[in-house]
Structure formats: C-alpha cells, structure tokens
C-alpha cells in the first residue's frame, strides 16, 4: 500500500433508505495481474466481508473493490474495464483519486484528471478523518 486517500461519507445513488457509503482510494504496489487482482483477490475480500452480488448493481452491500486504474493500461474486457469507466462520472472515485495523484492524465482518454473534476460536484460528500487517520495508521502510510 503507497496510499490512502480521504475516505468520505456519500448518499448512495438513486437509492433512499439506505445506509451511507464510505469512498475512498488506495494506491497499492502489485506484480499480479489485473485479472487476478480482480478476481483473486478483490473479489475474495468482498467474499470473507459477506458481499453479495446482485443484478442490481446499486443494491446494499457491505464493501466494494474495484480497480480504477493499473498503471498506464487500457483494457476492455467484459468484466474488466480500466481505467474505470466511473472515475468520469462519480465525485466520489474522482476526488480521492486526484488526492493521490493530482495532476493525473488518463491513460485512455488523455484527458487531465483536473479537467474532470471540473465537470463533477462534491457537495455531498463529507470527509471523515478520524476513520481516514486510523486506515492510515493501521498500514503504516
């Protein structure tokens, strides 16, 4: 693990009377592949902390992994895409990134990180520190 962004309290999308999410990103060191990241290990974490995947892709869930980026790759597979498709559309995968790494440029599009979180709004997300210091903590970063 090289880093820990902020991690932030968000209201899930469209969806009421549901619990809060907390976002953030980790920046991590690895040899495996992405397949094997994924599916390995992400996926067996969710697994061993009783996620539940479901057709509905907003459901509840108790934690979800994802690989934003790896690297400089591009990849389109049809349970993999990086970068993630979201980090463009969700404030709360854009800004923790750019906590990490501020003058990112897409490795597909080309475009700077900057230009988007320009387009996205981060109004309603709360950060929470003291959980952010002790994450921070617990792995030494």
């Not at 309290?9 to 094997?36: A, F």
């Not at 996926?43 to 979800?64: F, G, Q, V």
């Not at 980026?69 to 463009?88: A, H, K, S």
């Amino acid at each position: 693990i090289t880093g820990i962004s902020s991690f932030y309290k968000t209201t899930p999308l469209l969806r009421e009377n549901q619990n809060d999410y907390l976002n953030g990103v980790w920046q991590i060191s690895t040899s495996i592949s992405p397949e094997e990241l994924k599916f390995g290990v992400l996926r067996r974490i969710e697994k061993e902390l009783h996620r539940n995947r479901e057709s509905d892709k907003y459901a509840p869930r108790t934690i979800d992994l994802d690989i934003l980026l790896y690297g400089d790759m591009v990849m389109q597979e049809d349970d993999l895409t990086i970068p993630d498709p979201d980090i463009c559309k969700r404030s709360f995968i854009a800004f923790p990134l750019s906590e990490l790494n501020p003058d990112l440029i897409m490795p597909d599009t080309k475009k700077p990180l900057i230009d988007i979180l320009n387009t996205l709004s981060n109004d309603n997300m709360i950060p929470n520190i003291k959980f952010t210091e002790k994450l921070r903590k617990m792995v030494n970063v």
